[in-house]
Nanobody, 125 residues
Framework: QVQLAESGGGLVQAGGSLRLSCAAS?????????MGWFRQGPGKEREFVAG???????DYADSVKGRFTISRDNAKNTVYLQMNSLKPEDTAVYYC??????????????????WGQGTQVTVSS
């Protein structure tokens, strides 16, 4: 059974940084599949943030390009989301997700097979 556990959320001032971690257990995604980060802000729908395929290629939402970086540590079976230059509009619950198969796009939530419980990120102005 695949489980995803997020950590690293918290409260930060605008302009600050946070690094989220997502530890996967039950399966590795280094030779197939992909992992991604989504977020859901207050009163908003869940939206794609960033994704990384087993090959290492990445996708980002336009709103976070140049500020966020997704990476992984294969030995730890962990994916990270480094968030810099945070803005109040980045406030959301951030979810880690994983898919067994890789598709052209990583931004569709419905393509993901596994989800974490989420971690809260709050950016104060």
């Amino acid at each position: 059974q695949v489980q995803l556990a997020e950590s690293g959320g918290g409260l930060v001032q605008a302009g600050g940084s946070l690094r989220l971690s997502c530890a996967a257990s039950g399966r590795t995604f280094t030779s197939s599949g992909a992992m991604g980060w989504f977020r859901q802000g207050p009163g908003k729908e869940r939206e794609f943030v960033a994704g990384i395929r087993w090959s290492g290629t990445t996708d980002y939402a336009d709103s976070v390009k140049g500020r966020f970086t997704i990476s992984r540590d294969n030995a730890k079976n962990t994916v990270y989301l480094q968030m810099n230059s945070l803005k109040p509009e980045d406030t959301a619950v951030y979810y880690c997700a994983a898919m067994d198969n890789v598709y052209f796009t990583l931004s569709r939530a419905g393509l993901y097979d596994y989800w974490g419980q989420g971690t809260q990120v709050t950016v104060s102005s």
